[in-house]
């Protein structure tokens, strides 16, 4: 069993929908959550950052952290064509960025 | 404020050849970190770079190296390439917490 578990997708959802995206994993010792976006052949960019449990709201974007279910999400309110990319759930037990793990990516495509 | 920064952007050698792959991190962050992400393999940790020591290393062979130079630039170094290194090499810098900002990568090529 991977310490981190992603739904791969590919998800298609209508302009303006609600998007979900979520991850769960196995290792209670996460504190430190994270959410990445990246673009086709582009590097990984830092959406979100979560310590420990709770919401957390950025704009059109909330990450959720339930560490008694081990399980995170992602949503995008109002989705637009420029968020369809690949969303990666990452999380870490240390504060160093050495110790993150990775899920597998979320592709998601959002249909003008 | 600059980003990381990643040359070359994308490198084709031939099996059994050696990489170079250079990263400048965020001004302010002494922190380096690399990672290479394959194809269905996602996101896979290689080297951590601290103010020019290694302090960690991923589960890869010996022959992936590289140093952190005084202006905390970094270089990472594959010999002996073999057709399974083809990946997006991916350098991030981290303000000593756990946020990694990561740069554009270098797509390696063994052929």
């Known amino acids: 069993q991977k310490e981190v578990e992603q739904d791969p997708g590919p998800l298609s959802v209508p302009e303006g929908a609600i998007v979900s995206l979520n991850c769960t994993y196995s290792n209670s010792a996460f504190q430190y959550f994270m959410w990445y976006r990246q673009y086709s052949r582009k590097g990984p960019e830092l959406l979100m950052y979560?310590?420990?449990?709770g919401n957390k709201e950025d704009g059109r974007f909330t990450a959720q952290v339930d560490k008694s279910s081990k399980y995170i999400s992602l949503f995008i309110r109002d989705s637009q064509p420029s968020d369809s990319a690949t969303y990666l759930c990452a999380m870490s037990d240390d504060s160093s960025a050495s110790k993150i793990i990775f899920g597998s990516g979320t592709r998601l495509s959002i249909r003008p | 404020e600059a980003g990381v920064t990643q040359s070359p952007t994308h490198l084709i050698k031939t099996r059994g050849q050696q990489a170079t792959l250079r990263c400048s991190p965020i001004?302010?962050?002494?922190?380096v970190y690399w990672y290479q992400q394959a194809l269905g393999l996602g996101l896979q940790f290689l080297l951590w770079?601290?103010?020019?020591?290694?302090?960690n290393r991923g589960n890869f062979p010996p022959r992936f190296s590289g140093r952190q130079f005084p202006n905390y630039s970094s270089e990472l170094n594959v010999n002996a390439l073999e057709l399974e290194d083809s990946a997006l090499y991916l350098c991030?810098?981290?303000?000593?917490?756990?946020?990694?900002?990561f740069g554009q990568g270098t797509r390696l090529t063994v052929v």
């Open positions: 979560t310590y420990s449990s």
């Open positions: 770079y601290d103010e020019g020591e290694e302090r």
């Open positions: 001004s302010g962050h002494t922190s």
């Open positions: 991030a810098s981290s303000p000593r917490r756990v946020k990694a900002f």
